[in-house]
């Protein structure tokens, strides 16, 4: 298994927790950049987006950092994108693949790749959307092309040809990069790694377990004995 130091994919922390936020950019040189999603500042109770997005973008000045529109509307979306692309230099605008009719958002991809709006498009499971997408991105701006590998092995299927035929795809595009999106474990960063990806995303508990590489596993199976141990005396189960 390749070294930390030496993995080329790239990882994102996946979360809105700004502290969590400001910490990994200021002492984990792991994460090289960030995304955010509406379900995600949901659970960490964010009720104001813009003040949400511009206090992350004061700590985060040069790491990019995804913003999704939440629209269900394309001409809506539009108009969000552009209030997001104007926040700051690093801030990438997160277009979903689809509205929640399924009518694709290629339209919209291209006007605002056409423009020079750094795009990060999400929600994506099937080659087909990766297909056309890449048909109307700009080959000379930069992209993210999200693809959730972790909701794709949830339904049995392995994601990892799925990704290298994605990677396929995107080689016309240079400045595209493929993003595995919701990881389950520590395994899919080097599996991801692996195949090619430009970039992985994880929480912040996920990337705490990276530190367990190459932990010993008879002393790891002694602490999970601990650990139930502690549970069962601190819950005072008797028979």
Same mark, same amino acid.
């Given at each position: 298994?390749?070294?930390?130091?030496?993995? $080329?994919?790239?990882?994102?922390?996946?979360?809105?927790?700004?502290?969590?936020? !400001?910490?990994? =950019?200021?002492?984990?040189?792991? +994460?090289?950049?960030?995304?955010?999603?509406?379900?995600?500042?949901?659970? =960490?109770g964010i009720?104001?987006? /813009?003040?949400?997005? !511009?206090?992350?973008?004061?700590?985060?000045?040069?790491?990019?950092?995804?913003?999704?529109?939440?629209?269900?509307?394309?001409?809506?979306?539009?108009?969000?994108?552009r @209030?997001?692309?104007?926040?700051?230099?690093?801030?990438?605008?997160?277009?979903?693949?689809?509205?929640?009719?399924?009518?694709?958002?290629?339209?919209?991809?291209?006007?605002?790749?056409?423009?020079? %709006?750094?795009?990060?498009?999400?929600?994506?499971?099937? %080659?087909?959307?990766?297909?056309?997408?890449?048909? +109307?991105?700009?080959?000379? +701006?930069?992209?993210?092309?999200?693809?959730?590998?972790?909701? @794709?092995?949830?339904?049995?299927v392995?994601?990892?040809?799925?990704?290298k *035929?994605?990677?396929?795809?995107?080689?016309?595009?240079? *400045?595209?990069?493929?993003?595995?999106?919701?990881p389950?474990?520590?395994?899919?960063?080097?599996?991801?790694?692996?195949?090619?990806?430009?970039?992985?995303?994880?929480?912040?508990?996920?990337?705490?377990?990276?530190?367990?590489?190459?932990?010993?596993?008879?002393?790891?199976?002694?602490?999970?004995?601990?650990?139930?141990?502690?549970? /069962?005396?601190?819950?005072?189960? $008797?028979?």
């Open positions: 298994m390749v070294d930390l130091k030496d993995l $080329k994919v790239k990882l994102f922390m996946d979360g809105a927790d700004v502290e969590a936020i !400001k910490k990994a =950019a200021k002492d984990n040189p792991w +994460v090289k950049g960030f995304t955010t999603n509406p379900t995600l500042m949901a659970k =960490a009720k104001d987006y /813009a003040a949400f997005a !511009k206090e992350v973008l004061k700590y985060v000045t040069e790491l990019p950092v995804s913003f999704e529109v939440f629209s269900d509307d394309f001409n809506e979306m539009e108009r969000e994108a @209030i997001i692309a104007g926040w700051a230099k690093n801030a990438i605008v997160k277009i979903p693949i689809s509205n929640t009719k399924g009518e694709p958002s290629y339209k919209l991809v291209e006007k605002l790749a056409k423009d020079g %709006i750094l795009l990060n498009v999400t929600a994506i499971l099937t %080659i087909d959307q990766v297909e056309n997408l890449a048909k +109307v991105l700009n080959p000379n +701006v930069a992209s993210i092309v999200s693809v959730f590998a972790g909701r @794709i092995a949830d339904t049995g392995d994601p990892i040809p799925h990704m *035929k994605c990677l396929e795809i995107l080689k016309p595009l240079p *400045k595209a990069e493929l993003l595995w999106a919701s389950r474990e520590v395994l899919n960063l080097y599996q991801a790694n692996d195949c090619g990806c430009h970039i992985i995303t994880a929480t912040p508990d996920l990337i705490n377990k990276v530190t367990l590489r190459n932990k010993d596993l008879k002393q790891y199976s002694l602490e999970t004995v601990q650990m139930f141990y502690n549970d /069962a005396v601190k819950s005072g189960f $008797k028979l």
